[in-house]
């Protein structure tokens, strides 16, 4: 038989109902399925959590992370503005020597212009100070040759300012002089390549280029003497003043033993130079160390 028989007895009697044999099935697998329903239900619920509490997580990280960036970025353009401070400070002293150094073609200012005096007297510390302040010597420790050259930058010039060095291998560069990183471009293969610009003291400023690797960045101040980077073969190198290229060889072969290399030329008005930085020496005693080291009496005029 398909059917089966339900019966159901209450006050009113016995009731009966016929129902099919598949019944049970049919009520075994709606269960079943009721079960697996809320079984996966629960399932992808877990799931679902999980994913939320990952993003919860995530966001969490990122907010962290923007944070440390704003207040990093923060700092950043607080360290760029004062930079710029310094750099605003640094043009203006220079407009404020030109001034004394009569070196514009077109001034039509007359100026008193200071005697130089004996070169070799001048006082230890100034010196120093100068050869500090003012590109001089080689930009490399060691290398195989070096001879004037043009500017890969600005051929046009046909004049031979700077010096191309011809180096063993992988060569640190060393800073001429102290002054602050005012340019520097990477991943550029034409004219100078990557090169560093500096701007010391004065107005005076160097360029190193065809860098293979550079190491400060953009308003970064550096020392004399100090690793600014690396080339692998070759170095070009150029002093300028007021922006404008000068003949290097007399800067690279300055030095204290070789003092007077500079001051032939004429161009410069070095008595005023020389006496302005004087000037800065006596009134901030710029690097005394150790007096006894150097036997200087403080107390005496620092000219001749």
Do not use: C
């Amino acid at each position: 038989m398909d059917k089966f028989i339900i019966s159901i007895a209450d006050e009113k009697g016995l009731h009966q109902f016929h129902a099919h044999k598949h019944i049970k099935k049919i009520v075994f697998f709606g269960i079943l399925g009721f079960i697996i329903i809320v079984t996966l239900s629960f399932w992808l619920l877990s799931i679902l959590m999980s994913s939320i509490d990952e993003i919860a997580l995530e966001q969490n990280i990122a907010v962290s992370e923007y944070r440390y960036l704003y207040q990093q970025n923060k700092s950043l353009k607080n360290q760029i503005q004062q930079k710029s401070n310094e750099l605003s400070m640094i043009y203006q002293k220079i407009q404020d020597l030109e001034s004394i150094l009569s070196t514009q073609k077109n001034s039509k200012k007359v100026y008193q212009k200071r005697e130089l005096g004996d070169i070799e007297a001048l006082d230890l510390r100034l010196k120093t100070l100068l050869l500090n302040l003012l590109p001089n010597g080689n930009p490399v420790a060691s290398f195989k040759a070096k001879a004037p050259s043009l500017s890969a930058e600005y051929p046009r010039r046909h004049q031979k300012l700077g010096y191309s060095y011809e180096l063993l291998g992988h060569t640190p560069i060393i800073a001429s002089a102290d002054g602050v990183v005012e340019f520097v471009r990477t991943n550029y293969r034409r004219g100078y390549g990557n090169y560093i610009r500096l701007s010391h003291s004065f107005g005076f400023g160097s360029i190193y280029a065809h860098m293979s690797e550079i190491l400060p960045k953009r308003g970064d101040f550096v020392k004399k003497g100090e690793v600014i980077g690396y080339i692998n073969s070759k170095i070009y190198y150029e002093i300028s003043f007021l922006n404008k290229p000068i003949e290097s060889k007399n800067y690279i072969e300055w030095s204290n033993d070789n003092f007077g290399a500079i001051f032939t030329d004429e161009k410069m008005d070095w008595g005023d130079l020389i006496y302005t930085i004087s000037d800065i020496l006596k009134l901030q005693n710029y690097g005394i160390q150790d007096d006894a080291k150097y036997g200087i009496d403080i107390t005496k005029e620092i000219m001749p």
